[in-house]
Every structure is written in C-alpha cells, then in structure tokens.
C-alpha cells in the first residue's frame, strides 16, 4: 500500500501544484511546483471478488483522458489471488482530476497465457494517445506488450505472431515499467 500512497501523492503534486518561478538564466527559465490546495484521494484498494486478497496491493498505474472526456487509472494489483505472479489490472473512472473518490470500474485485463503471457504477470500499464488510437504499453513479467483502444476504455492486445509481446526476454527477467517518448519523429521505450 505504501508505493500506491507515493504514486497517488505524486498525482496529487503534479495535479495540485502550480509551477513556481524559481531562477532565469540566459538560456532557461526553472520552475519548482508549489502546492496550491489541499490532497485529495482517487482511487484506494479495491474490492476484486473472489480474487481479493488481504495482502493485495494497487501499485504502478496509468493515467491518461479517455475520448468521452472521462479520466481513466489503470492500476497493477499485486498480491491478489490470481494465478502466478498475482497482479492482473484495475480500472477506475472519474469526470474530472480534481473529482474524489473515483469510481471503481472492476478488473480490467488479466494475463492471457495463451498468447504467451505469463500468468499473473501484468505490470505496470503505460498509454499514449496516437493519432485516433490510445496505445497502451505493459509488462508481462518477462516482454514489452501492447493493446490498443479507439475510445481509451476498452483495450484488446494487438497481436502478431499469435503473441502480444512487442520484445522482451523468455527468461524470467520481470520486465516492466515501460515508457514511451516521441524525440523527432521517433519513439524510444524506457523500461525496467
């Protein structure tokens, strides 16, 4: 719970701050946030059915606006009572960034062994906003996977050589944490 708490709080900064003129040179004007309001909470540990477990954990999660206008958090639930590695996906929606408690939408993906996941494996959801598609990028436990969207809510794995595995290691490496960036043209996946 307590890496949930640092993402959520970090949201909470990046969201609830405004940028502060803190030195100007020559070249470049530094900024450094300042909070401008109170915390607020969005989404806490939910309830998984019969996957639930007590000592689940929500952890590493993306956030992005889907086409209708609603924010979407996509959350890693570690520790469940999934299969295997124990983490599948969670959805929560709400109206606004500023909106509390946003509402829990249930599991959103678990792993699919048959295209080569591993069980219980998912990681760390990443999405970017490409022309009319949201990509969204992902760990699998040991591959870089992909799924895509038209509306940013429901997201089906692009597949290709029966796999949704973009590349990665067959070894168990716990490759994660991927995030993309567009430098000229070109995109570049930083991951763990």
Same mark, same amino acid.
């Given at each position: 719970?307590?890496?949930?708490?640092?993402?959520?709080?970090?949201?909470? $900064?990046v969201?609830?701050?405004?940028?502060?003129?803190?030195?100007?040179?020559?070249s470049?004007?530094?900024?450094?946030?300042?909070?401008?309001?109170?915390?607020?909470?969005?989404?806490g540990?939910?309830?998984?059915g019969?996957?639930t477990?007590?000592k689940q954990?929500?952890?590493?999660?993306?956030?992005?606006?889907?086409?209708?206008?609603?924010?979407?958090?996509?959350?890693?639930?570690?520790?469940?009572?999934?299969?295997g590695?124990?983490r599948?996906?969670?959805?929560?929606?709400?109206?606004? $960034?500023?909106?509390?408690?946003?509402?829990?939408?249930?599991?959103?993906?678990?792993?699919?062994?048959t295209l080569?996941?591993?069980?219980?494996? $998912?990681?760390?959801?990443?999405?970017?906003?490409?022309?009319?598609?949201y990509?969204?990028?992902?760990?699998?436990?040991?591959?870089?996977c992909?799924a895509e969207?038209?509306?940013?809510?429901?997201?089906?794995?692009v597949?290709?050589?029966?796999?949704?595995?973009?590349?990665?290691?067959?070894a168990?490496?716990?490759?994660?944490?991927?995030m993309?960036?567009?430098?000229?043209?070109?995109w570049?996946?930083?991951?763990?």
């Open positions: 719970m307590k890496n949930f708490t640092v993402y959520i709080i970090t949201i909470i $900064l969201l609830g701050c405004k940028p502060k003129h803190v030195e100007q040179t020559d470049e004007t530094r900024y450094k946030p300042e909070l401008t309001g109170a915390w607020w909470q969005v989404a540990n939910p309830d998984l019969e996957l477990s007590e954990q929500p952890v590493d999660f993306g956030i992005w606006q889907a086409t209708d206008g609603t924010w979407q958090i996509w959350s890693c639930i570690r520790q469940t009572k999934e299969v590695h124990t599948l996906f969670h959805r929560w929606e709400g109206d606004s $960034l500023t909106r509390e408690s946003w509402k829990s939408m249930g599991v959103a993906m678990r792993a699919d062994t080569g996941e591993t069980a219980g494996g $998912l990681q760390a959801p990443f999405v970017i906003k490409k022309e009319k598609k990509l969204m990028f992902y760990g699998d436990w040991n591959r870089i992909m969207s038209d509306d940013g809510k429901n997201f089906k794995r597949i290709v050589n029966n796999s949704a595995a973009l590349f990665g290691d067959p168990e490496t716990n490759t994660r944490d991927p993309l960036i567009n430098i000229q043209a070109q570049y996946c930083y991951y763990t």
